[in-house]
């Protein structure tokens, strides 16, 4: 079983080196334990997906830029994510305004490399089947 994840959520990504937190708007309308429940298609950067602190991943740029500046030394830079899909998989029984509701099984891709997943899914009673 997977929980249903909301406004609040945290957020993980693989080069990240803080936690990071989902926003979710309350357009689709659905509540889960008094909070907006998130879906699939909630995966715009600086939009839901908020920055996880420093970045190390060499495919961004400035991270790229700012160790060869050092001479090759590993610099991380600001995170700005880079998702442009949408999170996968969803749930496959659940939706949440026409789209497959997001659980905390559910993962993101960020352009950089990063894959970005829910920490802390923001509701712990609501399950999906």
Do not use: Y
């Amino acid at each position: 079983m997977s929980l249903q994840v909301t406004a609040t959520a945290m957020t993980a990504c693989t080069f990240g080196l803080a936690p990071g937190q989902l926003n979710v708007l309350p357009i689709a309308r659905t509540l889960a334990e008094g909070k907006p429940a998130a879906n699939i298609m909630d995966h715009k950067p600086l939009l839901n997906i908020m920055p996880h602190g420093l970045c190390s991943s060499l495919a961004n740029p400035t991270v790229a830029a700012a160790t060869a500046a050092a001479l090759g030394v590993l610099t991380p830079m600001p995170c700005i994510p880079m998702t442009i899909a949408p999170w996968l998989p969803g749930s496959p029984t659940v939706l949440v305004g026409n789209m497959p509701s997001l659980n905390n099984c559910s993962k993101c891709m960020c352009m950089w490399g990063g894959i970005i997943s829910i920490g802390l899914p923001g509701a712990f009673r609501t399950m999906e089947p």
